[in-house]
């Protein structure tokens, strides 16, 4: 079945850092991809998606390019700030059927200043 | 605001107890679904809704129910609760978009359940 593999965090960084968290995917067929951030105490809000090979989603200084070829989707931020201390999630979303979505088990980020 | 409410936001159950849990949407979207959030293993789901009165199982649905008997509300039920429920659940939904566009997904804040 389709899954998701995140890197294991957590993932702490000083203030202007650069930021990648790592997303690879199993999937039969050609999914929607997701990135999902959960603040604390809050539940989840879509970050960025992309829908087809190649595309880019990208929001709040947040990107990630949809890697047919690696079956990946990385995210990358220039420049994180202490407010994007939160835990992200990489999903996917098939194109059939119940079109759930498959997530990754989260990674937790923490943004000193 | 329009959008996924859940209710409650807490709750204690002893080992045994029954609750369900309540999820409403306002956004007439078609699709609803059930997560459990544990440590470490992100969200699993649980059970799926496409329609009013149409439910099927997800990854994880032992010892759990579910009823959609209209568009906006999707409710799920322990009966005999166990420790290892003890978890955040959220509830989503989705609309169908034409053309399977996978961007409409809204969650409710989640429901933290601890069974003792």
């Known amino acids: 079945g389709d899954s998701v593999t995140q890197m294991e965090g957590p993932v702490t960084l000083s203030e202007e850092a650069f930021l990648t968290i790592n997303c690879t995917y199993t999937a039969t067929g050609y999914p929607s991809l997701f990135w999902y951030v959960q603040y604390p105490g809050e539940g989840l809000q879509l970050l960025l998606k992309a829908t087809k090979a190649d595309d880019k989603g990208s929001n709040k200084g947040f990107e990630a390019t949809y890697r047919k070829e690696t079956t990946s989707f990385h995210l990358e931020k220039g420049s994180v700030q202490v407010s994007d201390s939160a835990v992200y999630f990489c999903a996917l979303s098939d194109h059939a059927g119940r079109r759930a979505l498959t997530f990754g088990s989260g990674t937790r980020l923490q943004v000193q200043p | 605001n329009a959008g996924v409410t859940q209710t409650p936001k807490f709750q204690v159950l002893k080992t045994g107890q029954s609750m369900t849990l309540q999820c409403a949407q306002d956004m007439n979207h078609n699709s609803m679904y059930w997560y459990r959030q544990d440590p470490g293993m992100g969200l699993r789901l649980i059970y799926y809704s496409a329609s009013e009165g149409t439910t099927d199982k997800g990854e994880v649905p032992n010892g759990y129910n579910v009823s959609r008997l209209n568009k906006r509300e999707f409710s799920l039920r322990l009966e005999s609760a166990a420790p290892s429920q003890t978890s955040v659940y959220f509830c989503?939904?989705?609309?169908?978009?034409?053309?399977?566009?996978?961007?409409?997904?809204?969650f409710g804040s989640g429901t933290r359940l601890t069974v003792v």
């Open positions: 989503a939904s989705r609309v169908d978009l034409r053309g399977g566009s996978h961007y409409g997904y809204t």
